[in-house]
């Protein structure tokens, strides 16, 4: 049963274009309205954690790795759909969850009450500044301020200095939102379902993070040999 109903502004404008996604060479990238290529923003932030990784994987082994990931990305699926269906004012939004899901949601649910006047939900973004783009879970106010709100989950409580890429890919989001419609998105907000704890909150600004996206920037043209215009 959901506790709240979301105010939801009007569509703009700006946003009634479509983008679509390629993988090209296995990275993914988005076309934008004007043709561009550009790389998806977690692809290109995944450089910076690429190498702690793969140390990961060779001291569990690939199989256990394999069955970890797996297990992850279903969870942080089902809990993402599970919140884009609340905030879109779903009445069953709860509707053929496993009760493991539910749970988790109940966990982070109280944020919502945080949660007013929608700007999007879901919403392709791109950015000619950074030549980047991607799709956010939500544009909305949080605590009466305009936000780019995450959802993530985690098997353990995360220290804020592991959190880096979250916040950056974030202010990505909000940096191109501000590009878009000239609308200033100066917070960011991070929400996460930690397995068996309490939830998490982590509530940014914007500006602190950005430089994070320049330096994921120069690391993927290196690695990949791609010029992005930096």
């Known amino acids: 049963m959901r506790t709240k109903t979301f105010t939801h502004l009007a569509e703009r404008p700006e946003f009634s274009f479509g983008m679509r996604s390629e993988t090209i060479n296995g990275k993914r990238t988005y076309v934008t309205p004007n043709d561009n290529v550009y790389p998806s923003i977690t692809t290109v ?68 009450e945080r949660v007013d006047n929608i700007h999007g939900v879901e919403l392709a973004l791109y950015s000619d500044q950074y030549r980047l783009a991607g799709r956010t879970d939500l544009v909305a106010e949080f605590d009466g301020v305009l936000s780019i ?26 940096s191109a939102y501000e590009e878009r419609t000239g ?26 993070w950005t430089h994070i996206i320049w330096k994921a920037k120069e690391l993927y043209e290196i690695n990949n040999n791609d010029t992005i215009n930096l």
């Open 183 to 208: 609308i200033e998105v100066p917070q960011i907000v991070i929400i996460v379902a930690v397995e068996n704890e309490h939830p998490q909150l982590f509530v940014e600004k914007r500006d602190d």
């Open 45 to 112: 932030l995944s450089e910076l954690s690429k190498a702690d990784i793969q140390k990961w994987r060779e001291r569990v082994g690939e199989k256990e790795a394999n069955k970890i990931s797996g297990k992850a990305s279903r969870r942080g699926t089902s809990l993402h759909n599970t919140c884009e269906r609340y905030v879109q004012n779903e009445e069953k939004f709860l509707n053929g969850e496993t009760p493991h899901i539910v749970e988790l949601f109940k966990t982070i649910e109280p944020f919502f």
């Open 149 to 174: 709100v995450d959802y993530k989950t985690s098997n353990k409580i995360k220290k804020k200095e592991w959190c880096e890429n979250y916040f950056a890919q974030c202010s990505f989001y909000a």
